[in-house]
């Protein structure tokens, strides 16, 4: 009896080890079969990807090299050409150098500005958050319409910015977009008032994440709230800072539509930035070859910029709470 029940469980052991060994197979096995699931999963996007990203940037490079032209005809192989005359032209650098003004103006008013918001709001209340949803308004008009709204009411005809200067005792007939002081201030405002709380946003997430601790302790030690501020709070603000000023930095780089429809790069070429030459040379003087040259060359420059700014901004700041 013993010895039958002995054999019976070593058949059992063995059934039960034999079912196991498949099971094991088949847990092993779906690795690979996961992981080309996942590709095959993956597969639309990285295709769209793929079309509307790396073939136009590829294409972009290409038609550097060469004389294209919207007007039809095949382009030949110029070589490095198009980049020595981007390089050599005086328009585009005073394009450059306008770009870089308005850049640098939009920036440091928009940072300055959005600290000066972050600061009160960032305590949680009803009415901070009230206020916080609607400071963000400007920010969720898109560009054109809310061009297109500036342009009509500095309109100084009829616009509404004229009327309510006159009510007050000032000029009340101000051609703002005649003028290459008030085109900048109109556009440098436009600006200013879309993209503030943006900057505010992420300030005031900073803020609101900062540990209390410090602030606490230097009030203990009988620092006032300047003095915390300075030299507490804004050290620890120092990596938010650095990546709104870096984001905000590459999205002025970026501005096109508030020029195109508020000034049209004028009057004369005063507020003329790069986006709106690259959109001349290559939608109306056609040449496209040369558009896609000056637009490498303004990626090379952005590229450089972002790592400088990093490190001027967040210089003495940890990467990793950065």
């Known amino acids: 009896m013993d010895t039958h029940d002995s054999q ?15 099971a094991a197979a088949v847990t092993s096995r779906p690795g690979g079969g996961g992981q080309l699931g996942a590709w095959v999963l993956m597969a639309p996007a990285l295709v769209v ?9 590829v294409y972009l490079l290409y038609s550097s090299f060469r004389s294209e032209s919207l007007l039809g005809g095949s382009g030949s192989f110029v070589g490095l050409q198009n980049y020595r005359d981007a390089v050599s032209d005086p328009g585009q650098r005073h394009a450059l150098g306008i770009t870089v003004a308005f850049v640098v103006a939009a920036v440091v008013v928009e940072t300055v500005l959005g600290l000066l918001l972050a600061v009160p709001l960032a305590a949680q209340s009803r009415s901070n958050n009230i206020a916080v949803t609607v400071m963000l308004l400007p920010f969720a008009v898109t560009p054109v319409v809310s061009a297109l709204i500036t342009r009509e009411l500095l309109n ?15 000029p009340s007939h101000v051609e703002w977009l005649s003028n290459p002081t008030t085109a900048w201030i109109a556009v440098l405002g436009l600006d200013v008032w879309q993209w503030t709380p943006f900057v505010a946003l ?13 602030v606490e302790a230097a009030a203990l030690d009988g620092a006032g709230p300047w003095q915390t501020f300075r030299y507490i709070t804004l050290p620890m603000l120092t990596p938010f800072l650095a990546i709104a000023v870096v984001l905000r930095t590459i999205q002025a780089f970026k501005t096109f539509d ?19 030459n690259i959109y001349r040379v290559a939608l109306q003087s056609f040449r496209t070859g040369a558009a896609a040259a000056v637009a490498i060359l303004f990626l090379i420059l952005l590229t450089l910029l972002v790592p400088v700014l990093l490190r001027v901004v967040g210089r003495g700041t940890d990467p990793e709470e950065a």
């Open 8 to 22: 019976h469980a070593g058949i059992s052991t063995a059934r039960v080890e034999a079912g196991m060994r498949p």
């Open 49 to 57: 990807l793929l079309v509307m990203t790396v073939v136009p940037a």
């Open 156 to 170: 100084p005809n009829y616009g509404w910015i004229d009327y309510f200067m006159g009510l007050v005792g000032l």
């Open 202 to 214: 992420i300030l005031m997430a900073g803020l609101q994440s900062l540990p209390q601790d410090p």
């Open 258 to 276: 508030s020029f195109k429809v508020l000034t049209g790069g004028g009057p004369g070429t005063s507020t003329e930035i790069l986006n709106l």
